[in-house]
């Protein structure tokens, strides 16, 4: 995985002095080529993890215990995210050991290609950035309960040391699926799915900082750079006239939006939108901040503390 990537790291280290920019140039201040600071700005503002060695220690801890504190700003998390420097542990032991324990040459692989998916984490550790790497660290975590259980079966000719072994087994994979044990994450998992069924569903235009409140309201939020709720589907279907195709396809009956940027081309493309918005039975509504706008579909209430928008 790393030699692939490796020409594309060298010509990023060539060209931007940072083979991933523009993470390690904002991260030691260094000046970045391609992204200003306040290109940026939406991707790391406010989520770059505190540096020192012991909150870097605790971060699997912390995250466990704490997953809606404002370095993660999760709901929840799974026990298994406390053995996520076991990849590194395991390396670090085959190193010191190597001459009287070699495992498979595929676990190896696995190993560094886990550790080397964590990594970036450490520099941003929001919660919804490790779904990046969680599903490797679970093929891991897998690979090395089954050796190790393997393993433990070839060594004993007793059943019930078998079965013992196996029964343990089985109670430790079923901690490692625990969930956060805070009465908000196991009400957010008994009630998720129960709950959202009959409420609307958010396009978050540009304001992607709201989506950690979102999902803590249990409110589903859309809209992002890439994926099928991409910002280049709309922006194509409003300068079409009908940005509704966009909103109809993913079911969309709240917008939030900002008003004003410093982009030349965002006064012209907002004005499209809000009328188009307005043609199609949506209503303009403002909260606390006068720069983001909220629509609402017709069907929806709005709240007493919405105030409804002037022209």
């Known amino acids: ?5 490796l020409p594309w790291y060298i010509r990023n280290a060539i060209e931007a002095g940072d083979p991933a ?3 390690f140039n904002l991260y030691f201040n260094h000046p970045d080529p391609i992204f200003s600071q306040a290109d940026a700005r939406i991707y790391v503002a406010d989520t770059i993890t505190d540096s020192r060695p012991l909150h870097l220690l605790l971060l699997p801890f912390r995250f466990f215990t704490d997953p809606k504190s404002q370095h993660f700003r999760e709901v929840g998390v799974n026990g298994m995210v406390l053995l996520m420097y076991a990849p590194l542990l395991f ?3 085959q190193l010191i050991f190597r001459r009287s324990w070699r495992p498979t040459d595929q676990l190896i692989f696995l190993s560094v290609a886990t550790a080397y998916l964590i990594f970036p984490w450490f520099f941003s550790s929001l919660g919804r950035y490790s779904l990046h790497w969680y599903p490797t660290f679970a093929a891991w975590v897998g690979v ?7 393993r433990a079966d070839e060594h004993t000719n007793s059943r019930l040391a078998i079965w013992i072994g196996r029964t343990a087994t089985a109670v430790f994979c079923c901690a490692l699926i625990w969930p956060t044990p805070t009465a908000g994450c196991l009400r957010f998992y008994r009630n998720y799915f129960t709950e959202t069924l009959n409420l609307p569903r958010v396009l978050a235009l540009l304001v992607e900082y709201l989506a950690f409140y979102f999902r803590q ?24 006239g009908n940005g509704l195709s966009y ?3 993913l079911d969309i009956s709240v917008v939030v939006v900002q008003v004003r940027r410093s982009e030349a081309s965002w006064s012209p493309f907002y004005n499209r939108f809000r009328a188009q918005l307005k043609n199609n039975r949506f209503k303009e509504y403002r909260y606390l901040d006068e720069n983001v706008a909220i629509f609402l579909r017709n069907d929806i209430n709005p709240t007493p503390l919405l105030t409804t928008a002037t022209e």
């Open 1 to 5: 995985m790393l030699a692939l990537s």
């Open 21 to 23: 920019p523009p993470i």
């Open 91 to 93: 390396l670090i032991g």
């Open 144 to 150: 090395i309960v089954s050796q190790i259980s393997a």
């Open 217 to 240: 309201a249990k409110i589903v939020s859309v809209g992002d750079y890439f994926g099928p709720a991409r910002y280049k589907d709309l922006l194509r279907d409003v300068k079409q």
């Open 247 to 249: 909103l109809t396809r």
